[in-house]
């Protein structure tokens, strides 16, 4: 696993690589427009006074690290925005981010991602399965984490696999809260010493969702707070590449580790179930045009009991109805609409077909067919 030294403005996109130094630095060098997706895992500022200690007066691993600690809201917010701007300038004009916070800063967070001209999509309610409780007693338990997803602006043509997050949910559509357990035993990464190796180390099951959704085989994901790499693992099982930015020593060293053990899946399986809004359109008329469907052919409903010609320039015709394979199936079903593609059908061979096989013929042969 490459871990490179500060970069001072290289000029190729550094691929698969963890980048040492301040992560504002290192993105104004990178080129501009050149990430499909960063995911941020921020310092959470959580401003914590003292130690915590369970019932037992055991002392609890909270996050006190100096990474951390702010002066003020104020530093903190300019922080925030710096970053904010300088992760805008390299994400393509298709591109999205998602970031991660707690109660601490994701309020700050998104005011700064509005501020700085991001357009935001959705909050995510990461409820955690297995929380920490609250040993005080003094407030409820802090049971999840609020991710929020924003496109570059609100022109973005950003990634959304809206059918493959489905196929995740058993087939229903995906919500905005989603139940992951919290990162734990063989997952925790830990030093020699038995001691965790990052105090907010994300669940992997968590970046898998994330990637899944909102990129494809190829794409560039880049993650300015890369901490123990979690997002490197992932994306490289997922056939995507990654950039990590990291300033603490530590952590790059046990990233780096993890990224190289971690094994990519075979690139057969790694393709994600697309929208169906996505596929190429096909006209009805090009397959008149083709001789799949010939002027005069009759078409059926689904259900057998309407019954239109199809007509040489794609239309239809059913006594005095004419009109696209849609408008005719809603007009014979007194429907506002009606899709025309899961609607017909056409007789082959004594069977009754879909005339939606003959679009996906088409859209095959598209698929096939060499670029250029």
Not at 91 to 113: E, M, T
Request: aromatic share 8%.
């Amino acid at each position: 696993m490459a871990i490179r030294e500060q970069n001072t403005g290289a000029a190729a996109l550094p691929r698969n690589e963890i980048l040492a130094g301040d992560c504002i630095e290192i993105m104004q060098g990178l080129p501009e427009e050149s990430v499909d997706l960063i995911f941020a895992d921020p310092p959470y500022n959580l401003q914590l006074r003292g130690e915590l200690h369970r019932p037992d007066n055991s002392r609890v691993d909270a996050v006190d690290d100096a990474w951390d600690r702010f002066a003020s809201f104020q530093t903190y917010d300019d922080f925030t925005r710096a970053w904010l701007a300088a992760a805008r300038r390299i994400l393509k004009p298709g591109g999205a981010i998602w970031v991660i916070g707690s109660y601490h800063n994701i309020f700050r967070v998104g005011a700064a991602l509005q501020d700085t001209g991001y357009w935001i999509l959705n909050d995510v309610v990461w409820r955690k399965s297995n929380p920490m409780p609250n040993f005080r007693g003094k407030r409820l338990t802090n049971a999840h984490e609020t991710m929020i997803w924003a496109a570059k602006s609100d022109a973005s043509k950003y990634t959304f696999n809206y059918e493959a997050l489905k196929a995740l949910n058993e087939g229903v559509q995906m919500r905005s809260d989603w139940v992951l357990p919290i990162c734990n035993g063989h997952e925790r990464l830990k030093t020699e010493a038995g001691e965790k190796a990052h105090p907010t180390q994300k669940p992997e099951s968590l970046l898998h969702r994330v990637l899944v959704a909102t990129t494809n085989p190829g794409d560039v994901v880049l993650d300015p707070f890369f901490g123990t790499g979690t997002t490197g693992a992932v994306a490289k099982k997922l056939g995507r590449d990654f950039i990590g930015i990291e300033r603490e020593d530590a952590y790059r060293k046990v990233a780096a580790r993890r990224i190289d053990a971690a094994r990519k899946y075979d690139s057969a399986y790694v393709e994600v179930t697309t929208s169906k809004r996505a596929e190429p359109r096909v006209p009805f008329g090009q397959l008149v045009e083709r001789g799949m469907l010939r002027p005069g052919e009759v078409l059926t409903s689904m259900n057998g009991k309407r019954a239109a010609k199809v007509r040489a320039d794609g239309t239809l015709v059913a006594d005095d109805i004419k009109g696209s394979i849609h408008q005719v199936g809603a007009a014979l079903e007194g429907a506002p609409s009606c899709n025309g593609w899961t609607y017909w059908c056409f007789r082959r061979d004594g069977k009754t077909v879909p005339i939606d096989v003959l679009r996906q013929q088409i859209r095959a042969e598209m698929a096939d067919k060499p670029a250029g």
